[in-house]
């Protein structure tokens, strides 16, 4: 209701100074239809500051498609080609992140609307003045206007898990093993509330900025570290030098909680001496009752270094330097690249990595550019009279799966259908009254931009077909032809939406999801024997030593697509199916790899476990060819279930913290299946295939 409110003040105040006060009919149709764009087709997340500022930035952007829609309206081929071009351009901008997603709706509009006979370009003026007045009162009403209470951001729900990461480190070093246990289900329930299934899309850290990809990153790392916890042995003590260890781990957690709260940077030093002093005193060989002191140990230097990475991703979150107490600068820089990378080389990244057809953001923009041109050029061909409710209807209706498409379109053609002939009889009721009409058009838009969230979708279609409908009377003489015009141009949108969803990728991100997760698990399977290989032979190929092009880069590259996918996938209508995949437990699978070979390749010189090849390559290879057959199951359309892998246990330390990586990835695996996540007490929420 707030939101209903804002939109239809702005939109009524702009159209009627501009339409009253000014006599200038143009502007007064670009100020109401630059609101309607912005504040209900589109949408921007964040507090009300922030999204005040979105719309200012955007009013630039705004005015060069309007200024590109004008100039080329006067040609048919040169309005679709332009169509096409923009429209995919527009809709790709998603790449860069929840912002620039709920803003392509509104952005597309703005090509669409002068788009369009007649061909004007001597109101272009009149054009972008309308644009920057709706635009511009948009802004001042989400500051002042009934604001929303600002939400329940990424970095206070990141900062209550670091709490909770804190509290059970502290238990841990203390050696109370029911605080242990109660912290630890606290801690996993916190950790559950920043999982992108858990978050609405526009709160994701999802942008191609250093910021956003570094909280995005400090949260993988606390799951990474809890998930070590939950290795741990419980109701033992630990050695001095671990409890010293987890209880700096606790204290740089807590710290961490405290700067996404605004504190000062958390220090990382201090862990780092502590994670060191810990390597120091460890036994080469400790003894045949020591197997769980060797456990303990090897899970707390990978909790602890897991606490580093999320403390640091922080510190870069902050625009703190990193510092330098634990790894080398090549070791950091392959660890936090996105400290080191420009903004812009940042932000080519990101679109670049999914200037691909395995994207789901390319697919989506393909969909979206070819469904409006194909509704530009049968409007032009046609000479449909309002041609462009033809795209908003296509716009509108259009979605990532065929079968949404589908859903959606009973409730837009019954209530275009009931809203066209509901206002057709007030036409001929009321007649030529635009007093009337301009008296009742603000209840009615309040209604119009409410109803679909409150009432259902084909109320919000019939109150907005009245809304337009009396929008248009205002602006020239109309009768209850208006009407029927809206609904001939909402049938032949939403049957090139219909068509458009059907021939273009008509599964979604479903199918997309399965692809790109089988890759992930399978360049998984590859970087655990690489890494294998690169510990434990002399004087490995120099590919597999270079993170840029081994197996784990190709990881964190499937890690990409398959994060999109399960992003696009949450916001698709799934019904029960008769299996299901616990596709969180797939990308924290590849999570755990990559950190794993990471840590060990940092920790260990290439071959320094020479002596332990033939243990080290059994154990890479089972669970490398576990992941396989995984992955060829997703490839297949079945359900993954892997079969328990034996990781023998390791009497030497060196070895030890291989096996208890390679014994975690195996238990990983065990948990892709939904069954198998709840048995093991962490899907809270599972997805269908």
Not at 291 to 308: I, K, N, P, Q
Not at 465 to 490: C, H, I, K, Y
Not at 519 to 545: C, H, I, K, W, Y
């Amino acid at each position: 209701m707030r939101r209903a409110v804002r939109v239809a003040a702005v939109a009524c105040v702009g159209f009627y100074v501009c339409r009253y006060l000014v006599n200038d009919r143009v502007m007064a149709t670009y100020a109401l239809f630059a609101a309607v764009a912005m504040g209900f087709l589109s949408q921007i997340p964040g507090p009300a500051v922030r999204r005040s500022i979105t719309l200012l930035w955007s009013v630039p952007v705004a005015c060069l498609l309007v200024t590109a829609g004008t100039l080329l309206a006067g040609n048919v081929w040169a309005a679709t080609a332009g169509m096409l071009v923009f429209g995919f351009f527009i809709a790709y901008a998603g790449v860069g992140g929840p912002r620039l997603v709920g803003l392509t709706a509104g952005m597309q509009l703005f090509f669409i609307l002068p788009c369009f006979p007649p061909y004007a370009p001597d109101t272009l003026i009149s054009r972008l003045i309308g644009v920057c007045v709706g635009l511009g009162l948009l802004a001042l009403a989400e500051r002042t206007l009934w604001p929303d209470p600002d939400p329940v951001g990424y970095e206070a729900r990141l900062a209550k898990a670091c709490e909770g990461l804190a509290n059970n480190l502290t238990a841990r070093a203390t050696g109370d093993p029911n605080a242990a246990t109660a912290t630890l289900a606290s801690a996993e329930g916190s950790a559950e509330a920043i999982r992108p299934s858990r978050l609405p899309p526009e709160a994701r850290p999802a942008s191609a900025g250093r910021r956003d990809r570094a909280l995005s990153d400090a949260g993988s790392m606390l799951r990474f570290a809890l998930a070590r916890l939950r290795e741990m042995p419980s109701g033992l003590a630990a050695p001095v030098a671990v409890a010293e260890l987890l209880d700096t781990s606790a204290r740089t957690a807590e710290a961490t909680a405290g700067a996404l709260r605004g504190g000062p940077p958390p220090d990382t030093d201090d862990l780092a001496g502590a994670f060191s002093a810990t390597q120091r005193v460890r036994p080469e060989r400790p003894g045949p009752d020591d197997s769980d002191d060797t456990r303990m140990t090897a899970l707390s230097l990978a909790t602890a270094d897991g606490v580093w990475a999320m403390a640091t991703a922080v510190r870069v979150a902050r625009a703190a330097p990193i510092e330098s107490g634990h790894g080398t600068r090549r070791v950091r820089r392959e660890r936090f690249p996105y400290a080191y990378a420009s903004p812009v080389r940042l932000w080519w990244q990101q679109f670049a990595a999914h200037l691909t057809p395995r994207s789901v953001y390319f697919q989506g923009a393909v969909r979206v550019a070819v469904a409006l041109a194909a509704a530009r050029l049968v409007a032009g061909v046609l000479e449909l009279s309002h041609g462009f409710w033809v795209l908003l209807a296509t716009l509108t209706l259009l979605r990532s799966r065929a079968v949404d498409t589908r859903i959606a379109l009973r409730p837009a053609i019954v209530g275009t259908v009931a809203g066209a002939a509901g206002v057709g009889v007030l036409l001929v009721v009321v007649g030529p009254r635009p007093d009337i009409y301009a008296a009742i058009t603000p209840p009615i838009m309040v209604a119009a931009f409410a109803a679909g969230a409150l009432i259902g979708p084909a109320w919000g279609q019939a109150l907005f077909t009245v809304v337009v409908t009396l929008v248009f009377t205002q602006l020239a003489p109309a009768g209850a032809q208006l009407a029927g015009a809206r609904v001939l141009d909402v049938f032949v949108g939403a049957a090139i939406g219909v068509a458009a969803g059907v021939l273009a990728w008509p599964r979604g991100a479903g199918g997309e999801l399965r692809r790109s997760s089988a890759r992930l698990l399978a360049a998984g399977g590859e970087a655990v024997r690489e890494t294998a290989q690169v510990l434990t032979v002399s004087r490995p190929l120099p590919s597999l030593t270079d993170p840029s092009v081994g197996a784990v880069a190709r990881v964190k590259e499937a890690k990409v697509l398959a994060d999109a996918s399960y992003g696009m996938y949450q916001t698709e209508r799934h019904g029960a199916p008769e299996s299901m995949v616990d596709w969180q437990a797939v990308t924290a699978a590849g999570h755990h790899i990559v950190r794993g070979s990471q840590l060990l390749r940092d920790t260990y010189d290439p071959g320094s476990l020479a002596p332990w090849r033939p243990l080290v390559n059994d154990s890479a290879t089972n669970v490398g060819e576990a992941c396989g057959v995984l992955a060829n199951a997703l490839y297949e359309g079945r359900d993954p279930r892997a079969a328990p892998v034996a990781v023998p246990p390791a009497t030497d330390n060196r070895v030890a913290d291989v096996q208890i990586w390679l014994a975690g990835v195996a238990d990983d695996l065990t948990r892709l299946s939904a069954d198998s996540s709840k048995e093991h007490g962490q899907a809270k929420r599972v997805y269908p295939r």
